[in-house]
């Protein structure tokens, strides 16, 4: 991955944090937190 292609990926994926936070109030951050902590559980189980 280029230096490029990097700062592009981090420029768009600040956006959208940003626009989560302004339009639900982080709402989905947390739904997405959540959800993401659930499939780890999930995966240390079989494990």
């Known amino acids: 991955m280029t230096d490029r292609i ?18 639900t109030g982080g709402e989905t951050l947390v739904f997405l937190a959540r959800k993401f902590f659930d499939l780890m559980d999930w995966v240390a189980f079989w494990r």
């Open 6 to 23: 990097a700062f592009w990926l981090a420029a768009v994926l600040a956006v959208l944090i940003g626009a989560d936070f302004a339009l």
